[in-house]
């Protein structure tokens, strides 16, 4: 049954029923052009352009070109280089009885797999040797992009403009535009995070046009190509759109990535039982330097799929 609740003056409603989740986020999803944006996403024009708050024909166009990109082989030959991060992050756990913190390793992992994947950039973070942990402008980026996302709050700790967005939402985006003048205050500081990301997001597209061995190994790279050869429309695929949709793969992957493995980690770390039955299956599989294909993580690992599927 449907709950129904309202985040200040926008009302919101949580499905708990599995049939109309996939009638309302598969079936029907062409149908659903247009989702409420909320006041955090109105007060952040990089995010705003991303795949998920764009609107009517636009938003059709990039989804059906995004999703005909995204065929299950281009996907599958992505898992060798998903398995060359989860070696070296492994390979980087400490081995003495110092505390990790599980999250924050977990979240370098995939911020380094979601970079290469969708921008063909390797950042070094899951590789504490590599020596582009010490490079600057990665530095800076992953710390823009970080505080640019916590930003993004509904609460009384968010900015002044996306508060009062909450209940006056015809007064935010007046109100944002006089504050981000202000210096220091928080939409000062969002507005100018922004910029720098767009600014350093702008850079790699530019960057990818300009190489003619960019390939087709990353996501960007696979729509500039489509874009170069007129098999989607250069109008609609700006850089600057360009730029947010290859974004929004960080920005919905790294986080939510992260929390997955660390609530699977807490969850079975409580369930000796699971944790037996679960390296059985996976020691069942062959010998420790088998990587996996594709087909085989779809069908080799059904108690893994049941265990990743609980914590999310």
């Excluded at 200040?8 to 949580?14: A, C, F």
């Excluded at 009062?164 to 007064?171: A, K, M, N, V």
């Amino acid at each position: 049954m449907p709950i129904r609740f309202h985040m200040g003056r926008q009302p919101l409603v949580i499905v708990a029923d599995a049939e109309l989740c996939r009638e309302v986020g598969i079936k029907k999803f062409k149908d659903i052009p247009n989702r409420s944006i909320p006041s955090p996403i109105l007060a952040s024009p990089l995010h705003r352009k991303g795949l998920f708050w764009i609107r009517d024909s636009r938003w059709s166009t990039m989804r059906n070109t995004i999703v005909s990109v995204y065929q299950p082989s281009y996907l599958a030959k992505l898992v060798p280089m998903m398995q060359s991060f989860i070696e070296t992050t492994s390979q980087n756990i400490p081995m003495d009885d110092q505390d990790i913190i599980f999250n924050e390793f977990s979240l370098k992992m995939a911020t380094d797999v979601i970079g290469k994947a969708a921008f063909g950039f390797d950042f070094g973070l899951s590789n504490s040797n590599n020596h582009q942990n010490n490079d600057k402008h990665i530095e800076s980026f992953i710390k823009q992009h970080i505080y640019s996302t916590t930003m993004l709050k509904m609460d009384l700790s968010g900015s002044f403009s996306i508060i009062l967005g909450l209940l006056l939402p015809i007064l935010q985006e007046p109100v944002r535009q006089i504050l981000k003048r202000i210096p220091y205050t928080m939409d000062w500081k969002i507005e100018r995070t922004n910029k720098n990301l767009n600014s350093q997001l702008d850079q790699i597209v530019v960057n990818k046009m300009k190489d003619e061995q960019r390939g087709s190994k990353d996501f960007l790279s696979l729509i500039l190509n489509a874009r170069e050869s007129e098999t989607v429309s250069k109008n609609l695929f700006t850089s600057d759109y360009i730029s947010s949709i290859a974004y929004e793969h960080l920005l919905a992957g790294s986080a939510t990535t992260s929390f997955t493995l660390s609530s699977c980690v807490y969850l079975i770390s409580g369930h000796p039982e699971v944790e037996k039955k679960l390296l059985k299956e996976i020691d069942e599989f062959g010998p420790p330097d088998q990587v996996p294909t594709a087909d085989d993580l779809q069908s080799r690992f059904p108690y893994l799929d049941q265990v990743s599927s609980v914590a999310m």
